[in-house]
């Protein structure tokens, strides 16, 4: 890699837009084109170093939403959600809808399939990089990371659920919250998913059976008549369950 330019085998040099500048040696480069017609070149690298982050000492649990991408058991914390992506997703279903009416293998199909194929990129890209600023900054953050295991698949099959899951890449997330705590030395705990981390009181441990209805939005506790955001009660059992697991 030379500054602009990527030396790629029997092509020699080719300039490019780099991202990221690549650190460690090189193994290999893959080329690929995107439906759009763009290029891009992932570089492969070896013995790069990474610096682990210092400790905090802090620990927070994180409850996946229906509403808001994740509730935080810190209560200091907030999180934007992606709403960027509805006025994106709303046009992609008008060129979608656009494309179906061409004949196929015209010249004005394989425009509108131009368009489709760039607009999914750029929802892809935007989605990636909010779930990759989010994930960084919650493994700087925080030392031991809970999370519910979650059957994110199963809950696909559940189809008011399905859109807003696969919108905001769930599975991809935690993914990310994994392997980034691997490379900066922190730790994330996850929680059985049969653990009823919605229905348990975090006050005082009473398990409310009747909060199993998702439309409870809050609720109070019978026995200490403590009073409960459903999200937020759940993020600190998941918390509290994450840590016990781990310690
Ligand atoms: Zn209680």
Not at 99 to 124: D, H, Y
Not at 144 to 149: G, T
Request: glycine share 6%; net charge positive.
């Amino acid at each position: 890699m030379f500054g602009k330019h990527i030396k790629l085998p029997k092509l020699g040099l080719v300039k490019t837009k780099v991202s990221r500048p690549t650190s460690g040696r090189i193994l290999s480069a893959t080329v690929s084109q995107t439906p759009s017609g763009k290029y891009y070149v992932s570089v492969c690298c070896k013995e790069v170093k990474v610096v682990t982050l210092p400790k905090t000492g802090k620990s927070v649990g994180l409850d996946l939403g229906i509403k808001d991408f994740l509730i935080f058991s810190d209560p200091s914390a907030s999180i934007e959600n992606p709403k960027y992506l509805q006025n994106d997703l709303k046009q992609l279903v008008r060129f979608q809808k656009s494309l179906s009416r061409k004949t196929i293998g015209s010249c004005r199909w394989n425009k509108a399939r131009i368009k489709v194929a760039k607009l999914q990129e750029k929802i892809k890209n935007k989605r990636n990089d909010f779930l990759h600023k989010l994930s960084t900054r919650i493994i700087k953050e925080y030392d031991v990371v809970c999370i519910e295991d979650l059957n994110v698949s199963g809950m696909i099959k559940n189809h008011r659920l399905a859109r807003n899951i696969a919108d905001v890449s769930w599975s991809e997330f935690i993914r990310q919250l994994i392997y980034k705590a691997g490379w900066y030395g922190k730790e994330v705990a996850k929680v059985d998913r049969f653990f009823p981390s919605s229905q348990i009181c975090n006050i005082c441990g009473y398990k409310n059976s009747e909060v199993k209805d998702l439309s409870i939005r809050t609720w109070i506790c019978p026995k200490c008549g403590s009073m409960h955001d459903r999200d937020k009660n759940s993020a600190i059992n998941i918390l509290n369950e994450g840590l016990r697991i781990v310690t």
